[in-house]
């Protein structure tokens, strides 16, 4: 199983929309995907209409008795499991500093059930946190949309260089979220780290209003506007991390 986790210091840049579209695409191309919601807002849980709900909260979960096993949901998409979140997830970086090792227990948690799925979409809160640092740890690769302006590109800086002070940090592969090709920074900036930053993944999501209804569908967008710009975006997207990862 490969564990991929869509991130960002940075709030409000994609990181759930994309954890969506990426699970669908995922279970399109026949894998068996298990989706992780560690956000308290509950965003993804909400998208995919499960109860946001996680059993003796935070708590239980990141302690010795806690399982992923007995928090899975099935979802509208026969391929596709869920990992709700619930308000005790505010709680997470705490409950995870009262273990012995804290940045290895969500690869922990993950283990017991790495022989049920073929990749682990985790689906961060905005921040760079313990929980973060114990992403890093299970991650293989971190999902970085990135709004094409100068102070994202700047968070982007300092997430990689954070990761390149660490013994074993994961791949990075950020890609430009929202793009307005309309505006000519824009449309600069992300010719730019297309070209510089490595890793960086030739697929742009434009900035779409079928994305934005989302919201509205309770669906990733391939499953009501499955030929709209923006479902091809995500199903390449998904193209370029899967040669990244499988390579
Ligand atoms: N490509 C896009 N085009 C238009 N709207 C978008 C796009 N991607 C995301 N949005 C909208 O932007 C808002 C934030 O998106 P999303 O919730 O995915 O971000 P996030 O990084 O997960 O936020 P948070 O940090 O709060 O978890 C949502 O209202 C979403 O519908
Ligand atoms: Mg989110």
Excluded at 17 to 29: G, K, M, S
Excluded at 152 to 168: H, I, K, M, V
Excluded at 175 to 196: E, W
């Amino acid at each position: 199983m490969k564990v991929l986790a869509t991130y960002s210091i940075k709030g409000g840049v994609g990181k759930t929309t994309t954890a969506v579209n990426l699970a669908h695409e995922t279970a399109a191309a026949g894998s068996r995907v298990l989706l992780w919601d560690l956000d308290p807002q509950g965003a993804a849980t909400f998208f995919v209409r499960v109860k946001p709900s996680v059993k003796g909260g935070a708590e239980r979960l990141v302690s010795h008795s806690g399982s992923l096993a007995a928090n899975i949901r099935a979802t509208d998409d026969p391929a596709v499991h869920i990992v709700p979140a619930d308000f005790s997830l505010r709680h997470l970086d705490l409950e995870l500093d009262d273990t012995k090792h804290p940045t290895r227990r969500l690869a922990a948690l993950l283990e017991p059930i790495a022989d049920r799925y073929d990749v682990a979409l985790l689906d961060c809160a905005p921040g760079i946190t313990l929980t973060s640092e114990s992403v890093f740890g299970a991650a293989d690769a971190l999902i970085v949309p990135t709004i094409p302006t100068t102070l994202s590109e700047r968070t982007l800086d300092q997430l990689a260089n954070f990761l390149a002070g660490q013994p074993s940090a994961p791949m990075l592969l950020p890609f430009a979220s929202m793009l307005d090709r309309r505006k000519r920074l824009q449309r600069d900036l992300v010719a730019h780290l297309m070209r510089d930053f490595p890793g960086f993944l030739p697929t742009a999501i434009p900035n779409a209003s079928v994305i934005e209804q989302m919201g509205v569908e309770r669906a990733p967008v391939a499953a009501f506007a499955p030929t709209s710009a923006a479902a091809t975006a995500f199903r390449q997207l998904w193209a370029d991390i899967a040669a990244h990862v499988w390579s």
